[in-house]
């Protein structure tokens, strides 16, 4: 079955390893992989590329494609794919973005804890009021839901491709608790990033487009009760506190 317009595939690190066993493609990419210093961004540069060439093969293209970055250190596919991609990785899982579009954003986020932030620190990474809510209730509830936070704000600043160099505020953000649509008033674009906790407590973000009703979204992990593959949207998350964004 083809991908859907929107698609994210995620892998845990025993698959990762196991992409990353696969020679790479193209010679640009062999020359990055040898490149890097450690082996945890090598597994994780060439799964990712592995993840690609599988979804790219789904969507009807059998040979690699080459993924290049823009200035901005932002990965892009030819144009004859017609396809924006998005890529992350973080120990242990690695995450790849599809999108029938010209732009998408994908994040995986460790476990954070809110007591390694200032106060200052967090109202600058994050949209207003949301660090606010991270004194509503317990120490374990706050950081899951920093984790979610900071997902949430990585997948849309990758959405529109700027990360934080030009700070939050080029966006509006409206969260109510399921999910956060974030307003890219340049472009006259709109995202709608939603969330998934994964089994270890990082937390997958992905943005595309609005109304992005059409998401498939496959776990690959042997975990028990990790795996997860749909042709409709995520879960909706719990609803916050006075509904504040979770």
């Given at each position: ?31 990055r992989h040898d ?138 953000w409206e969260a ?71």
């Amino acid at each position: 079955m083809a991908l859907a317009r929107n698609a994210v595939r995620i892998a845990d690190a025993a698959t990762a390893a196991a992409l990353a066993a696969r020679p790479l493609a193209s010679a640009a990419d062999r020359d990055r992989h040898d490149r890097m210093r450690s082996a945890r961004a090598r597994t994780g540069f060439a799964a990712t590329r592995a993840l690609a060439d599988d979804m790219l093969r789904e969507r009807g293209h059998p040979e690699p494609q080459a993924i290049r970055a823009d200035p901005r250190g932002r990965p892009f596919l030819p144009p004859a794919c017609g396809l924006a991609i998005s890529i992350s990785h973080t120990d242990p899982w690695v995450a790849v973005a599809l999108a029938a579009a010209d732009r998408c954003g994908v994040d995986v986020q460790s476990p954070l804890d809110p007591r390694a932030f200032t106060r200052s620190v967090l109202q600058r990474y994050l949209p207003p009021g949301w660090a606010d809510a991270l004194g509503d209730g317990e120490e374990a509830a706050a950081a899951a839901t920093l984790t979610r936070m900071w997902a949430t704000v990585e997948a849309a600043l990758k959405w529109r491709g700027t990360g934080f160099a030009r700070g939050l505020d080029v966006l509006r953000w409206e969260a109510d608790g399921i999910r956060t649509v974030v307003h890219d008033d340049e472009a006259g674009r709109s995202a709608r990033v939603d969330t998934r906790r994964l089994p270890d407590g990082s937390v997958l973000a992905h943005a595309f487009d609005a109304p992005a009703d059409d998401i498939d979204v496959a776990i690959h992990s042997p975990s028990p009760g990790a795996r997860h593959d749909s042709r409709r949207t995520p879960t909706p998350a719990p609803t916050p506190v006075e509904g504040r964004p979770t």
